[in-house]
């Protein structure tokens, strides 16, 4: 049988051939006879005969079909040759169902061509579209191609007709420029600024359209439009049950069964073709394939009649938009079976016209149509997600037996890559943890699929998400183990079990390497600190050894021109840093304000040859520097007693603030260290200084004074650093009076254990059996911050049989014997006494006794007696020793207490408890001994008094060392500066020069001169740095004075008397300093009293009274204005009684406000 090729152009030739050779076998076989047919199987031959037809049957179907999906290219225009051609296969194709693709009978015998199926004259769109404008060339006579359509195609020549005249249009002007009305766009004054309110839109700009109202700007690009009415309108989608799709489907098939033979059409028929064209073999209506994994090869699988798309033919033009796409299958061909047709096939499109075909004159096969549990499997897996399962990790073998699988194949076919390469990590992943049974949901697994495509690969857990049976598989694949129950197991494990003592071994070198190296780093490190911090310890040595030099060798210097610099011009630095130790400062609630009390200092302006330069601690507002500008150009008007008489003063001060006040807020540096890390308020302070005699008064001196100075270049008054801290504390203080001789209290110093501290104390109260109270004091304390008491006579059980013991032993209790017994009981209950009733006084820097101790512990402290008086009076003496070793008495005054009965809140100078001469005394002594030891500069001394109620007399204990500038001192300037007269400590004598004289009439008759009473020259005066009171925050300065002069607090200058007031912060003003000058003693601290009620009535409300010590200061001036008037009334019972000899009263006694006693009977 002759090979039929797929060739167009063949397909006559191919065609006739075959015909002719059957017609000339069927004409052999009935000429030959009975004859011929005795040996011959007709049957077999007929058999032959029948399926070479129903070969070339379908080999002619195959090629009408190849030819329908061929697209023709456009013919040129000028070849019109073509045009008669299509146009009568154009008319013979409307005559379609009557030709057949058969020769006939005188095309056979004359040897003509066979005339072909219709569809073999398949036009193009292009011919179809030339076809009709033909057709109207020869229908429209005016036609510019009507005369060559029917010269060329018909032979028929159209005479020439003349055109008439016509009249020829005369040219218009041609119009230049825009054509059409502009159009508007959006104003520059909303370009500019978007958040105008836009324009409005004219009716002719809407109409036309948005995008043109977007691209001129009157519609924003990123505004929200909506169309009303809208473009989409919105319609519920049918949801079909599954039960009338199958019903449906049923209906379909029973449909199908009216084509008759022979009467089907070309739409129905399914043919599958590979890409060469040839059949695909099927087995039972199913496409055989092949499906395997990573070692199997991979087939794909026929596409469902529901995917099927547009597609193009072999010679790449498009397809007519008069047709449309469906998918076809191959017919049932069982018998031939070759490897080539279990190879991948792509479905092919088979394109048809909308006529039917007319089929051959023989019967033909039905088409093939897909079997109705096929769907029906499709429809159920679709209804179930196309689950399908898995067992052992592998699939059915062959996968079609699975329906399950084969549905899910059929279904993702498009995305059959990526579904296969994740089926093949799913397969290993359950067969390496031995799953059993993995149930599928194809549609999540092809969703992960996709996803990893062209990504990295999933983990364990998406692949699991995409099983039905997740939580079991997950439940399986989470045992201990798991891993090497499947395929290859004991390799796993040992493979694991090499890698995990490798590892180890590996890890184990590693960290200890790590190990190894980072001791190498830290030794290294701090190797590399220690060599620099040594070499800085020892630069900071070399330095501090220097300055120290340097500070020696300007203090000889000074010592020398001390003499000559007192009496010429000179600068005075003073910087009131209190150097305290760290963690003093730490405890120091107002640290910088505390500093700031002194600011009375600028009042040594009193001496026209002193400048001074005063740095403040704190920042110095307007208000500041206008009061003290107008506070001291008061020294003229109170020397001449004018208020008119004002002087400025500001070329004579200057108040420098360091900028690093605020660049260590949590530091609590003192003055000296701020100022050292201040350069420019250094090299200004240098700048004032060069070329002049000066020098430095610090508070409490600090290592950083000695930097500062030797930046400065000028020298300290004042002694060594060192010197100061050792001296100052409480027990070098006990050392300098017991070295001096002065009556101190009974007590002990140096104690630094418990053991210590129960052994002394425990000494003390056997020796000083009528001590009812004992203070502890922490050796850095200062203004009894660091001080705890014990009440022994209260809480000491053993107190009163040793009080009785001592009395029954009289004298001989001084005996050490005496006080064993007394001494070993007091011993073993002391330290429950100290840990139960002793307590600190001032809870707000120590909350607990253990918080007290752990400090007195570590820093050191002494064990001192309490008066045994509950009238007890402090007061404190200011001394000053110059370069040169002369010792000056500056000030004396009486403590007052306020919130602390240990702590001095303010003093009432002059002293009037003491007698003066023999207080000079001492204090000369303790400066005597103060300066063998090195000591140069303002230090002050404290000392109590009380009168001993055994034998009536006054005893007078010194009882702390302060080397420092006194904030009494600082105000004592501001009472000789604003009073303008002269105080002598040693005498206890403050006097103001009297007012001038009245100018009497020249002839004012001598009866009618008043004699008035010589003034009173003496004054007391009453100050206080440590007025606190919160409300003042909210009160500006400004308001706080027109309040005072309201109620009459002032100052007169010509009386030299009445109240000044220092003014120490500028932000807060919770601070301030005050002082009143009065002619008595009572008198002025009654007036004192009513200034602090005064101004604590007018800054505070009912329901506001803020955080105040001015009630307390108010309660304890007046216990002493009630004791000085229980003197009085003694003292005036003294003298009317004629048998009293007023030299033998041991009692004390004011005298015009000064209290007196008998030198004779102090102790």
């Known amino acids: 049988m002759t090979e039929v090729q797929h060739k167009p152009e063949n397909v006559g030739h191919i065609l006739v051939k075959v015909q002719e050779d059957l017609q000339r076998l069927k004409s052999q076989l009935a000429n030959a006879g009975d004859t011929v047919f005795q040996g011959i199987d007709l049957s077999a031959i007929d058999n032959a005969i029948q399926r070479t037809e129903e070969g070339l049957q379908q080999n002619t179907d195959l090629v009408v079909n190849t030819i329908n999906n061929q697209v023709a290219t456009l013919p040129p225009l000028d070849d019109m040759s073509r045009v008669g051609s299509s146009f009568s296969r154009h008319s013979r194709h409307s005559s379609f169902r009557g030709i057949s693709l058969l020769p006939s009978r005188s095309g056979e015998l004359k040897g003509e061509r066979p005339t072909l199926h219709p569809s073999v004259y398949h036009d193009s769109p292009g011919q179809n579209m030339q076809k009709s404008l033909t057709l109207k060339a020869l229908l429209n006579p005016e036609n510019l191609f009507n005369r060559n359509v029917l010269n060329k195609s018909y032979g028929i020549v159209l005479p020439a007709l003349q055109q008439g005249r016509q009249t020829r249009l005369q040219a218009l002007n041609i119009t230049k420029g825009s054509t059409i009305e502009p159009l508007s766009v959006l104003p520059k004054a909303n370009r500019v600024d978007p958040s105008l309110q836009p324009p409005p839109i004219a009716e002719k700009d809407a109409r036309k359209g948005i995008l043109s109202l977007i691209e001129r700007g009157l519609i924003p690009p990123a505004a929200e439009l909506t169309l009303d009415p809208s473009p989409v309108h919105h319609r519920k989608l049918p949801i079909y049950h599954p039960d009338d799709i199958k019903s449906l489907k049923k209906h379909m098939l029973s449909n199908s069964s009216h084509f008759a033979e022979g009467s089907h059409h070309m739409a129905s028929i399914k043919l599958d073709l590979s890409h060469d064209g040839r059949a695909v073999n099927t087995i039972d209506g199913n496409t055989s394939q092949q499906l395997g994994t990573s070692d199997e090869a991979i087939g794909s699988p026929t596409v469902p009649p529901s995917s099927a798309n547009y597609s193009r033919t072999r010679s790449g033009g498009t397809r007519s938009p008069q047709v449309r796409s469906v998918m076809i299958h191959s017919p049932v061909i069982s018998h031939h079976k070759s490897a080539s047709s279990r190879r991948a096939r792509t479905p092919l499109a088979l394109t048809t016209f909308e006529a039917p075909l007319v089929p051959f004159d023989h019967p033909q096969p039905p088409p093939a149509t897909p079997a109705p549990k096929e769907d029906q499997m499709q429809i159920v897996a679709a209804a179930q997600g196309y689950r399908f399962t898995l067992r052992e990790g592998t699939l059915p073998n062959p996968p079609t037996s699975d329906p399950e699988f084969a549905a899910f194949r059929q279904r993702f076919l498009l995305q059959w890559g990526p579904v296969i390469t994740m089926i093949g990590r799913l397969q290993r992943m359950l067969a390496q943890y031995a799953v059993p049974v993995a149930v599928v949901n194809g549609e999540r697994f092809v969703e992960v699929a996709l996803e990893y495509e062209l990504e990295m690969k999933p983990t364990n857990e998406e692949l699991i998400s995409t099983l039905e049976n997740a939580e079991e598989v997950s439940a399986i694949m989470s045992k201990p183990g798991r891993i090497f129950c499947g395929a290859g197991g004991s390799e796993i494990a040992a493979t694991k079990i090499q890698a995990t003592w490798r590892r180890y071994k590996a890890r184990s070198t590693y960290v200890t390497y790590r190990r190894q190296r980072w001791a190498a780093g830290v030794i290294a490190i701090s190797w590399i600190m220690h060599v620099r911090m040594s070499r800085m310890r020892k630069q900071l040595k070399n330095i501090r050894k220097m300055q120290a030099d340097n500070f020696k060798a300007r203090s000889k210097t000074l010592a020398t021109e001390w003499p000559r610099i007192c009496s010429s ?55 500041l520097e206008q009061y003290y500008s107008k506070l001291l150009g008061l020294r003229s008007a109170v020397q001449h007693s004018d208020p008119a008489n004002i002087e400025d003063m500001s070329s004579r001060f200057t108040i420098i603030v360091p900028e690093a006040l605020n660049k260590f807020p949590t530091h609590h540096m003192c003055l000296s260290s701020l100022l050292k890390y201040s350069p420019r308020a250094m090299t200004r302070i240098k700048n004032l200084t060069r070329g002049r005699d000066a020098y430095l008064v610090p508070s409490v001196l600090h290592r950083d004074d000695l930097a500062v100075a030797d930046y400065l270049g000028i020298p300290i008054l004042g002694c060594d650093p060192e010197i100061c801290h050792l001296y100052s504390s409480k027990s070098g203080a006990r050392r300098v009076f017991a070295a001096a001789d002065a009556l101190v209290p009974p007590g002990e110093h140096d104690v630094y254990s418990l053991q210590q501290l129960h052994e002394s104390l425990s000494r003390l109260i056997c020796e000083n059996p009528y001590i009812q109270r004992w203070l502890l004091k922490i050796d850095a304390g200062f203004e009894g911050r660091g001080i705890a008491y014990i ?119 002059p002293q009037a408890s003491v007698d003066p001469v023999w207080l000079e005394n001492m204090c000369v002594k303790v400066a005597e001994a103060c300066r063998a030891r090195g000591v140069i500069g303002h230090f002050s001394i404290d000392y109590v008094t009380y009168i001993d109620p055994d034998n009536m007399k006054q005893i007078v204990w010194a009882t702390d060392l302060t080397l420092a ?80 002069r309201a109620h009459g607090i002032g100052f007169d200058i010509k009386e030299r008397q009445g109240t000044v007031f220092t003014l120490v912060d500028s932000s807060k003003r919770e601070s301030m300093g005050m002082l009143t000058i009065g002619d008595d003693l009572p008198g002025t601290l009654a007036s004192f009293a009513r200034g602090l009620s005064v101004i604590h009535q007018e800054i505070s409300a009912p329901n506001m009274q803020g955080k105040t010590n001015f009630k307390t200061a108010i309660d304890d001036i007046e216990n002493i204005l009630k004791m000085t008037t229980q003197n009085e009334e003694e003292s005036e019972k003294a003298r009317t009684d004629q048998s009293f000899e007023i030299s033998q009263i041991p009692s004390l006694a004011i005298t015009d406000g000064n209290l007196q006693t008998n030198p004779s009977e102090l102790s």
């Open 791 to 909: 009440d022994v006579a209260q809480y000491l059980p053993s107190y009163r049989w040793m009080l009785k013991e001592s009395i029954r032993y009289g004298d001989k209790w001084n005996k050490k014997w005496a006080q064993d017994a007394a001494y070993n009981k007091i011993l073993n209950e002391i330290q429950y006494c100290l840990e139960r009733y002793a307590k600190p006084a001032y809870k707000d820097v120590y909350k607990s006794w253990n918080e007290f101790m752990e400090v007195f512990l570590s820093q050191g402290g002494i064990v001192e007696a309490y008066p045994p008086s509950e009238s007890v009076t402090c007061l404190t003496v200011d001394m000053f020793i110059d370069p040169t070793g002369l010792i000056q008495m500056l000030s004396c005054g009486d403590q007052i207490h306020a919130d602390n009965p240990l702590s001095c809140w303010g003093t009432s100078v």
């Open 569 to 623: 011009r000179r600068v005075v630095v003073h910087v009131p840093s209190l150097g305290y130790p760290p963690q003093l400062r730490f405890g120091v609630s107002r640290f910088d304000r505390k500093q700031n009390a002194q600011i009375g200092r600028l009042c040594e302006l009193r001496d026209s040859n002193v400048d001074i330069i005063y740095v403040s601690p704190v920042e110095i507002g307007e208000e």
């Open 965 to 1044: 500038y006194s904030d009494q001192l600082a105000m004592t300037q501001l009472m000789l500066f604003v009073s303008g007269g002269t105080f002598d400590p040693a005498k206890c004598d403050f006097q103001v020069p009297p007012p001038p004289k009245e100018k009497v009439g020249r002839f004012q008759r001598k009866d009618q001169i008043v004699e008035k009473p010589p003034p009173i020259l003496n004054r007391y005066c009453v100050l206080s740095t440590n007025l606190l009171h919160s409300n003042m925050a909210v009160v500006h300065y400004s308001v706080f004075f027109q309040m005072c």
